[in-house]
C-alpha cells in the first residue's frame, strides 16, 4: 500500500533532560510536553546513598552533570533541563547558577534547572510569600527554605514527609493532606517540591480549593524549559500555564433570593403577641 501521502513524521525539537538515577515519573514529564517536542532523558550514575543532603551534592556534581549532558549531545536537543529540586537548590542561588553554566559549557546550549525554574515561577505569579509542601527529611527542607530566603522569598509554612526513599509511591492524597496543611498560612501560592513526587493531577483540585497558584517541581522544569523553545506547557486548570486560570470566583455565598420569596417584616399581631 503506497502511504507516500503521509508525508513522514512531523519535525520534532527536543528537550535534553538528567535527572537523577533514581527518577522514576518519566511519564509525567510527558504530560506537560507538546506533541511537537520531544523528551530525551538520562540519569545519573547510581549512588547507595538515601534521598537526603549528601545524595543532593552527589546527584548534582559538576563532572556527572557534564557526562550526562554529553551523552544527550547525540539525540540534537536544542535546551537542557536538570530535573531534580534537591540537587539544583543544596548549593544556594550560588550553587544553582553554576550548575546552569557547567550544562551549557558541556552541551553549548540554553539551560534550566529546576530550582531556578521555581524562582522564575514565582516572579511569573508575582509570589514572594511561599508555603512548601516536601516529601524530604527536616535538613532538606529546611535547606529549600535557606534557598528560597536567599532568593528574598518568605516561607509561611511547610509540610514534609520526611522520607528517604520510594517517593514516587506517595498517592496523590498525601501530597493534598500536606497541601491543605502548608497553605493556611497566608501564603502567594504554594510549591510542592521534588521531581520524584507525583503532582500532576492534584494541581486543579489543590488550586480550586487553596485559591492560591500550586506549582511543582516537574511543572515548572517543564515550563521553564519549553519557555527556551519558544513553547509552551500544556496542562488543564493550572494557574501557571494559563494566565486566565489565576482568577478565582467568589467564595462560596447563598445565592440571592428573588424578592417575592424574601422574608417580610411580621407584626406583633401575626406573632400572636398580646
Request: proline share 8%; hydrophobic share 45%.
Amino acid at each position: 500500500m503506497d502511504v507516500s501521502f503521509l508525508g513522514g513524521p512531523k519535525p520534532q525539537r527536543g528537550v535534553g533532560v538528567v535527572a537523577p538515577f533514581d527518577f522514576a515519573l518519566d511519564r509525567e514529564l510527558w504530560r506537560w510536553v507538546p506533541d511537537h517536542v520531544s523528551l530525551h532523558l538520562t540519569r545519573t550514575p547510581f549512588v547507595p546513598v538515601e534521598v537526603g543532603l549528601d545524595l543532593a551534592r552527589l546527584v548534582s556534581e559538576h563532572e556527572t552533570l557534564g557526562e550526562a549532558v554529553r551523552a544527550l549531545g547525540a539525540t540534537g536537543p536544542e535546551v537542557l533541563a536538570y530535573a531534580c529540586a534537591s540537587g539544583s537548590f543544596v548549593g544556594g542561588l550560588a550553587g544553582e547558577r553554576a550548575l546552569c553554566a557547567a550544562m551549557r559549557r558541556a552541551g553549548e546550549l540554553p539551560a534550566v534547572t529546576t530550582s531556578g525554574a521555581l524562582l522564575q515561577a514565582l516572579s511569573e505569579l508575582g509570589a514572594r510569600r511561599v508555603a512548601l509542601v516536601t516529601p524530604y527529611t527536616r535538613s532538606v527542607t529546611e535547606s529549600l527554605e535557606e534557598y528560597l530566603s536567599e532568593a528574598g522569598i518568605t516561607v509561611t509554612g511547610r509540610a514534609f514527609l520526611g522520607l528517604t526513599r520510594h517517593i514516587w509511591k506517595v498517592p496523590y492524597r498525601d501530597v493534598a493532606e500536606m497541601a491543605r496543611e502548608a497553605g493556611r498560612s497566608g501564603a502567594d501560592a504554594l510549591f510542592i517540591s521534588c521531581t520524584n513526587l507525583p503532582t500532576y493531577d492534584v494541581i486543579p483540585q489543590l488550586e480550586a480549593e487553596l485559591r492560591v497558584p500550586v506549582i511543582s517541581a516537574n511543572q515548572v522544569t517543564m515550563w521553564a524549559a519549553l519557555a527556551r523553545l519558544g513553547t509552551r506547557a500544556v496542562g488543564p486548570y493550572q494557574a501557571l500555564l494559563d494566565p486566565a486560570a489565576r482568577v478565582w470566583p467568589p467564595a462560596d455565598v447563598p445565592e440571592a433570593l428573588p424578592p417575592e420569596d424574601l422574608p417580610r417584616e411580621r407584626s406583633k399581631e401575626q406573632e400572636g403577641w398580646a
